[in-house]
């Protein structure tokens, strides 16, 4: 046992000891979320638990029984990240991944979102996997707070916490409503989490998509979403408009002006329409006898 607590001690924490040389000047010192709920975790359910404190502190109404259907494996044991995932998103939620560094972390404690996170709290060769939330930290200690296990207020140093994260490929993610973009939101992180949403929750991801485009207005992926997400909600005119903007923003994308062929004609424009989808069809690419379809099937229409 003293040599296993040797190795847990020597194991190094890279990411701490960058913070501790080049603290970020705009990050507070402190920060700590107590109004974030607190589910003792029953046996091996830490991901109900987990995925529990941060959906209800983001105003869904659940419980970690509601949700170990969704998202406990009993011949596991436990949860997957995939599961977590995709149960986030059936609440009407973005589920985004965090990117791998223990100052995202703190930022996004410090903008007020709760941070699940996947640790090992042993060593490799047997694995003790476990889901927690951060929900504080505090520069000058060095620590970091979470709802962990059967305790509401775990503190443990960064280093150990890191250590224990490192082991999962630092896997974090944050629940938030799709009307609000994560403190640490990057561009094709934040786009693929609302596509995602889409498959599930398509007037989510639609407010979701125009989250996006208020921070980045000229992203393809997000503007083309923003259509297909209102043409799946039969707003045809809205769906013109966000293609619209596409083919001007991006006159070279096919898939742009095939949507766009695709929603004038179902709104009887034709000739509009026909102009639009062999725009698509001279344009090309991988997707051309989609294109070519949809031109026939416009071409053919009365």
């Known amino acids: ?31 700590e979320l107590t109004s974030v709920p607190f589910y003792p975790q029953e046996r091996y359910q830490c991901g109900p638990a987990a995925l529990a404190t941060a959906l209800v502190h983001a105003g869904v109404e659940t419980s970690a029984e509601r949700l170990v259907p969704l998202v406990y494996l009993p011949a596991r044991q436990g949860s997957l990240q995939a599961e977590m995932l995709a149960a986030t998103r059936r609440h009407g939620l973005i589920a985004y991944p965090l990117a791998p560094r223990i100052e995202d972390v703190l930022r996004e404690v410090a903008a007020g979102t709760p941070v699940v996170v996947l640790q090992n709290l042993a060593l490799d060769p047997w694995p003790r996997w476990h889901y927690a939330v951060v929900v504080g930290y505090d520069q000058s200690r060095e620590e970091i707070v979470l709802r962990s296990g059967t305790t509401r207020r775990l503190v443990m140093t960064w280093s150990a916490f890191e250590r224990t994260w490192a082991r999962s490929r630092h896997w974090a993610m944050v629940a938030v409503p799709p009307d609000r973009l994560p403190a640490t939101a990057e561009e094709e992180r934040y786009v693929a989490a609302a596509l995602a949403l889409e498959g599930v929750d398509p007037s989510a991801a639609h407010r979701a998509y125009a989250t996006a485009l208020e921070r980045w207005p000229r992203n393809l992926a997000a503007r083309i979403g923003l259509g297909n997400t209102a043409y799946a909600q039969g707003d045809l005119l809205a769906a013109e408009a966000a293609y619209r903007q596409a083919t001007r923003d991006h006159p070279q994308s096919a898939d742009a002006w095939n949507n766009l062929a695709q929603a004038l004609v179902e709104l009887g424009r034709k000739s509009e329409a026909l102009a639009a989808a062999q725009r698509a069809v001279a344009l090309g690419g991988p997707r051309l006898p989609r294109y070519r379809a949809t031109l026939q099937a416009i071409d053919s229409a009365p």
């Open 1 to 31: 046992m003293l040599f296993l607590a040797h190795l847990l001690a020597g194991c190094a924490a890279p990411q701490t000891a960058a913070l501790r040389e080049a603290r970020p000047a705009d990050l507070p010192a402190r920060a």
